[in-house]
């Protein structure tokens, strides 16, 4: 089974940016719908931005303008540039298949704060 890390993740204040990566074993993450997605304390994991197989990239409302999702080919890597970060965005993000298909990797933190 594929294998995705995520990692990037940190604490940064209001207004920062972060830049996620998602790692894969395979190279089927560049041929594949690809997407993040998020989970606060309390609340349900939800899809912030996907990069599909064919079409237009996916982002949630929340993040639209801010967040912007790439791959590299050559890597085998996703990527989440995160501008303009709020504390609302503080959770766990966590990259997976569009829809989300294999196991949940550990994710990575991302705390807005000051």
């Known amino acids: 089974q594929v294998q995705l890390v995520e990692s990037g993740g940190g604490l940064v204040q209001p207004g920062g940016s972060l830049r996620l990566s998602c790692a894969a074993s395979t190279s089927i993450v560049t041929i594949s719908s690809m997407g993040w997605y998020r989970q606060a304390p309390g609340k349900q994991r939800e899809l912030v931005a996907a990069?599909?197989?064919?079409?237009?990239?996916i982002y949630a409302d929340s993040v639209k303008g801010r967040f912007t999702i790439s791959r590299d080919n050559v890597k085998n890597t996703v990527y989440l540039q995160m501008n303009d970060l709020r504390p609302e965005d503080t959770a766990v993000y966590y990259c997976?298949?569009?829809?989300?298909?294999?196991?949940w990797g550990q994710g990575t933190q991302v705390t807005v704060s000051s």
């Open positions: 990069i599909p197989r064919g079409g237009n990239l």
């Open positions: 997976n298949f569009l829809p989300s298909s294999i196991t």
